[in-house]
C-alpha cells in the first residue's frame, strides 16, 4: 500500500446540483453517437495487443463496459471485463479475486495489465495498482471519486444500501487521494450529475509525476459510452510500455472536445 499522507482538512467539493442530476439523462444518446462518430473512432490508435481489464461502476455489471471493450477489442487489445457479475462494493472476497485475475493475467501472458474502472470500480483499478505494480502498466479511471469524500457523490447512500457498508469505514481504509506508483489518468466531466469533478481530479504526487487528469464532455453515466472518453482512453493505452507522455492537446475541434483542465 501506498505511504500515508496528510489528510486534505478542506470542505470537500459538494455533490453535484439536481440540475446536473437532471442532465444525466443524456447518456442513451451518447451511446448513439458512436454511430455519429465511428469512422473517427476507427483512426484511433492501435494497440499493442497487451492485457486489459475493465472494472464497472457501483451496481453495474461487465453488461455496462461490453461496448467499450468490444472497442478496445477491435483495436487489437486482449480486454476482459472484471467476472464477478454485479458490482455492489467491495464485499468479502471481491479485491481477493480481483488481484488474483490481474496477478494471473500478467503470469500467463508475460505482459503487464493495463486497469481501466469506471466510477467505483476506477477505486479497485487504483487501489489494485498500489499492490501489484509490477503487474500493472498504468491505471484510467472516468469519474472515479478519489479525491473527495462520501459528501462529493450523489451515490454514497445507494452504496450503503446495496454493499451493506459503512462508507466511512470503507474510506479510512484507504489513501484513495493517494496516486498509485504507475501511469495513470483521470478522466473527468465537469457535468458529471453523480460525483463533483473537483473529487476526480489527481493532485500532483511527488513521488510519481506520470499522473495526468483528461476533461472530457459527458455524463456520468454514458462515461464510458462516451466518443470522446473511448478516444482518450485509446490514444492512452496506446503509449509504448517506459515510454508515457501527458495527453496532446491540439488547436481548433481537438482542443474543444479536450479542454484544458486547469481552465
Request: charged letters at 20%; aromatic letters at 8%; proline letters at 9%.
Amino acid at each position: 500500500m501506498a505511504p500515508k499522507q496528510k489528510r486534505n482538512t478542506s470542505a470537500p467539493p459538494p455533490a453535484p446540483s439536481p440540475w446536473l442530476i437532471a442532465m444525466e439523462c443524456r447518456a442513451p444518446w451518447e451511446l448513439g453517437s458512436i454511430i455519429a462518430t465511428w469512422p473517427v473512432l476507427r483512426l484511433a490508435p492501435v494497440g499493442d495487443g497487451h492485457s486489459v481489464i475493465v472494472f464497472p461502476g457501483l451496481s453495474a455489471s461487465d453488461g455496462s463496459t461490453l461496448p467499450l471493450r468490444g472497442f478496445l477489442e477491435n483495436l487489437g487489445y486482449d480486454v476482459s471485463g472484471w467476472n464477478q457479475g454485479f458490482n455492489f462494493g467491495p464485499r468479502a472476497g471481491v479485491l481477493q479475486a480481483a488481484k488474483q485475475q490481474i496477478i494471473d493475467t500478467c503470469r500467463v501472458t508475460g505482459k503487464k495489465v493495463s486497469l481501466i474502472g469506471w466510477s467505483l470500480g476506477g477505486i479497485y483499478a487504483r487501489e489494485l495498482a498500489k499492490e501489484l505494480p509490477d503487474c500493472v502498466r498504468g491505471v484510467i479511471t472516468m469519474g472515479t471519486p478519489f479525491a473527495g469524500t462520501h459528501e462529493s457523490t450523489n451515490a454514497w447512500r445507494l452504496y450503503e444500501l446495496i454493499s451493506g457498508r459503512d462508507i466511512h469505514r470503507e474510506v479510512d481504509q484507504f489513501d484513495l487521494a493517494v496516486a498509485p506508483p504507475v501511469p495513470t489518468t483521470s478522466i473527468f466531466s465537469r457535468s458529471d450529475g453523480v460525483v463533483a469533478w473537483p473529487a476526480s481530479i489527481q493532485a500532483p504526487c511527488p513521488v510519481n509525476p506520470q499522473t495526468e487528469n483528461l476533461e472530457v464532455f459527458a455524463s456520468h453515466l454514458g462515461l464510458g459510452m462516451n466518443p470522446s472518453a473511448w478516444w482518450a482512453v485509446a490514444d492512452r493505452l496506446s503509449q509504448a510500455e517506459g515510454h508515457w507522455k501527458r495527453f496532446e492537446r491540439k488547436g481548433g475541434v481537438h482542443g474543444m472536445i479536450f479542454p484544458d483542465p486547469t481552465r
